[in-house]
């Protein structure tokens, strides 16, 4: 495997029975990802999908040995089912749901601070490691195994990314979707860092957006601690200040976080910024010949 | 979601935080009796006329005005009621159109009985994204514009972080009220006001909150005498009696029509309009628009389901905007398949038969091929690409052709 989830994952789908969860539950099977059950309060005992449902996440643990959940329940319900996932001992949370409130995910920032937990999202795709394991909900066919990491705090455009990875005649080791929130449990500068240290992946694609100074911090680390090329961007260019514009987090507060500051500060860090989203895979081209790696 | 400085006061009241009382007036007959009434109840004839709108800095653009007697009363309510007030933040700044007032709040003299003896504070609390904490942000400053505060004498603004599980703590409160100067009685009102003041901030699920200025009276009581509450939108579910405190009188029409759709559309000054899906890609398409020489004008994310009706929802949205001279439609096909998304602009496209705008559709994919054929076999006037990039390119021929 890559990093986060491979073919050895143990993953359960928290919301397994509802409609989403159920939805994207059997695409991530179909894709041959390792679903060993889902947990629904109350349905116990069923099976779903072919797998067992569980009540708890502790009894998924217990009984099939789940080690990685991926969270599916509804905003008001979202933030308890990090708290039971991490309690229950799961080593990587991915939280899809999108519209949890902040003050929830300030509780449940502080109360994973000291648990051997991993959590990525929420609001966002979800994590792929491409022929191994698909647990989120992008589409799995314009994957291809291989070894380019990508990071990004959006969905679609993290396709795209992916898709010119895949039309360059690249692959992806791990593409990590770190969510579009203003508290996530996974930053830019962690998921690059994780990559970095991959021997699965030579080069990383890094996708920013708008607001916050996560892009900043994973700039500042990479160029003291990086070793791989690192492809990068970050919507939002064009955005007015103060709004909001769809991810929560996307907002522009001063002159810190703005595209353009963010973008400077990536290129003097040593990161092959692109300006336009089109250039991704061309220039990681460019940038694998120019470090003297034979694409992977 | 932001409040009105009279519906943040009610919210502070409740938590038993002490504010300047006022009644708000939409007439200036209601605003000549809220007057006669304040001034009764106080005793002086001095009150203050305040325009709410959903902006800062209105004492700055004339929407802020002390009255001393009825006469006075209903001549400055006739003039602020209707005005189109412009302060540093509302669109297009000083120099915009401004917002039109459509209430003002007639509010008590909180500074009596002794001007002079007042001292004026700056408190907020908000939600910090680098520690990941809420944080109180206060001033000895207050009254004032606490950017410029904190850039020309940041050692007059302080910081005090609250620790999630813990709560905020005694020695916390003493030390807000320390810094701020106060002993005594003052002191002690001043530790129950933050005490309250950040209760209501979690009970109410806030954003932020801002007294700017929150002040101590000549006889040490702690009054907020102004407010201004952002709430989190993705926390009204639980608060049903503050969600129906939203004023869509103050929100651009078109942004609350496209958001009953469920389309999140924010309007921007551009040529350009685009409809896509998902944020990021909504972002990054208006940066491609910006690339090809055109200025986006809009942001629009349709979200997961791109179907005829939701194309034609958004379709009808943009056209909204009379400077919009070509359309990007640019949707990445996951889950949802481009061959539908291509039919939905297609039936939309017929169905309102008087675009007369161009049209560039980039659809990538699940089933690109397919949705680029019917595109191209559909008789439109729509241009159609499957590459970002051949998008980009299309842009530039259609603005410069």
Same mark, same amino acid.
Request: hydrophobic share 40%; proline share 5%; charged share 20%.
């Given at each position: 495997m890559a990093v986060l989830v491979g073919k050895d994952s143990k993953i359960i789908v928290q919301g397994f029975t509802g409609k989403e969860g159920s939805f994207h539950a059997g695409q991530m099977i179909e894709y041959g990802t390792p679903v060993v059950g889902g947990v629904t309060p109350g349905k116990g005992g069923m099976t779903h999908l072919d797998r067992p449902v569980f009540d708890t996440v502790s009894e998924a643990v217990e009984k099939v040995g789940a080690d990685t959940s991926i969270i599916f329940v509804p905003p008001a319900f979202a933030a308890d089912a990090i708290m039971e996932a991490a309690d229950a001992g799961i080593k990587v949370v991915i939280c899809i749901t999108e519209g949890i409130p902040v003050q929830d995910m300030v509780k449940v920032n502080a109360f994973l601070s000291?648990?051997?937990?991993?959590?990525?999202?929420?609001?966002?795709?979800?994590?792929?490691?491409?022929?191994?394991?698909?647990?989120?909900?992008?589409?799995?066919?314009?994957?291809?195994?291989?070894?380019?990491?990508?990071?990004?705090?959006?969905?679609?455009?993290?396709?795209?990314?992916?898709?010119?990875?895949?039309?360059?005649?690249?692959?992806?080791?791990?593409?990590i979707g770190i969510g579009g929130d203003p508290i996530i449990g996974t930053t830019t500068q962690q998921a690059v860092q994780l990559l970095m240290e991959d021997?699965?992946?030579?080069?990383?694609?890094?996708?920013?957006?708008?607001?916050?100074?996560?892009?900043?911090?994973?700039?500042?680390?990479?160029?003291?601690?990086?070793?791989?090329?690192?492809?990068?961007?970050?919507?939002?260019?064009?955005?007015?200040?103060?709004?909001?514009?769809?991810?929560?987090?996307?907002?522009v507060?001063?002159?810190?976080d703005t595209a353009e500051a963010k973008m400077k500060i990536m290129a003097e860090c040593g990161i092959h910024v692109v300006n336009s989203p089109a250039m991704i895979g061309e220039t990681m081209i460019k940038a694998l010949a120019k470090a003297g790696v034979v694409a992977g | 979601m932001n409040l009105h400085e009279y519906q943040g006061k009610e919210l502070l009241k409740s938590y038993g935080i002490e504010i300047q009382e006022g009644i708000v007036a939409e007439s200036v007959e209601a605003a000549v009796t809220a007057y006669n009434k304040i001034a009764e109840e106080t005793g002086t004839k001095f009150a203050v006329v305040k325009a709410q709108i959903h902006a800062g800095g209105r004492g700055k653009g004339g929407g802020v005005k002390v009255v001393k007697s009825t006469e006075d009363a209903e001549e400055t309510a006739a003039s602020i009621l209707g005005m189109m007030l412009k302060t540093p933040q509302t669109p297009g700044g000083l120099e915009g159109e401004g917002k039109l007032v459509r209430k003002v709040l007639i509010a008590e003299d909180a500074y009596r009985p002794n001007f002079d003896e007042c001292k004026e504070f700056y408190i907020s609390i908000?939600?910090?994204?680098?520690?990941?904490?809420?944080?109180?942000?206060?001033s000895t400053e207050g009254g004032m514009d606490i950017e410029a505060v904190a850039e020309e004498t940041p050692d007059l603004v302080h910081k005090e972080f609250i620790d999630p599980t813990l709560g905020l703590q005694g020695y916390q409160l003493r030390k807000v009220a320390f810094n701020l100067g106060l002993s005594g009685l003052a002191f002690k009102n001043m530790t129950k006001f933050i005490s309250n003041l950040y209760k209501a901030f979690?009970?109410?699920?806030?954003?932020m909150f801002e007294i700017n200025p929150c002040i101590r009276t000549a006889d040490d009581r702690i009054v907020a005498v102004d407010c201004k509450v952002a709430l989190d939108e993705n926390a009204l579910y639980r608060h049903k009696d503050l969600a129906i405190l939203r004023d869509t009188d103050e929100e651009d029409p078109t942004e609350v029509e496209a958001k009953s759709f469920g389309l999140n559309?924010?309007?921007?000054? @551009?040529? !350009?309009? &685009?409809?896509?899906?998902?944020? /990021?890609?909504?972002? =990054?398409?208006?940066d491609i628009i910006k690339l090809s020489g055109g200025e986006p004008a809009n942001f629009l994310d349709v979200g997961g389901t791109a179907d005829a009706e939701r194309?034609?929802?958004?379709?009808?949205?943009?056209?909204?905007?009379?400077?919009?001279?070509?359309?990007?439609?640019?949707?990445?096909? @996951?889950? !949802?398949? &481009?061959?539908?998304?291509?039919? /939905?602009?297609?039936? =939309?496209?017929?169905?309102?038969?008087?675009?007369?705008?161009?049209?560039?559709?980039?659809?990538?994919?699940?089933?690109a091929d397919i949705a680029k054929t019917i595109i191209d076999e559909s008789g439109l006037e729509v241009h159609s690409a499957i590459l970002l990039q051949e998008a980009a390119d299309l842009v530039k021929k259609v603005i410069n052709g």
């Open positions: 000291d648990k051997n937990c991993r959590m990525v999202g929420p609001n966002c795709p979800g994590v792929m490691t491409p022929g191994e394991a698909k647990v989120g909900i992008m589409p799995g066919f314009i994957h291809n195994p291989g070894r380019i990491g990508i990071v990004s705090r959006s969905g679609t455009l993290t396709y795209e990314a992916v898709d010119q990875i895949t039309k360059a005649g690249l692959g992806q080791s791990t593409c021997p699965d992946t030579d080069a990383i694609v890094m996708i920013g957006e708008i607001g916050g100074s996560m892009e900043a911090d994973a700039a500042n680390w990479i160029k003291t601690h990086g070793t791989k090329p690192v492809v990068g961007f970050i919507a939002g260019q064009t955005a007015p200040k103060g709004r909001t514009m769809g991810h929560a987090g996307a907002i507060g001063g002159a810190e | 908000l939600f910090d994204r680098g520690s990941r904490k809420n944080v109180i942000i206060y979690l009970g109410s699920d806030s954003s559309y924010v309007n921007l000054d @551009g040529n !350009v309009g &685009c409809m896509v899906n998902g944020a /990021g890609l909504a972002m =990054a398409t208006m194309v034609e929802k958004a379709f009808r949205i943009i056209l909204k905007d009379p400077e919009v001279k070509a359309i990007l439609i640019n949707i990445f096909g @996951g889950i !949802v398949r &481009c061959d539908r998304v291509a039919q /939905g602009v297609v039936d =939309a496209y017929k169905n309102m038969g008087n675009i007369n705008v161009p049209i560039i559709v980039r659809l990538q994919g699940t089933n």
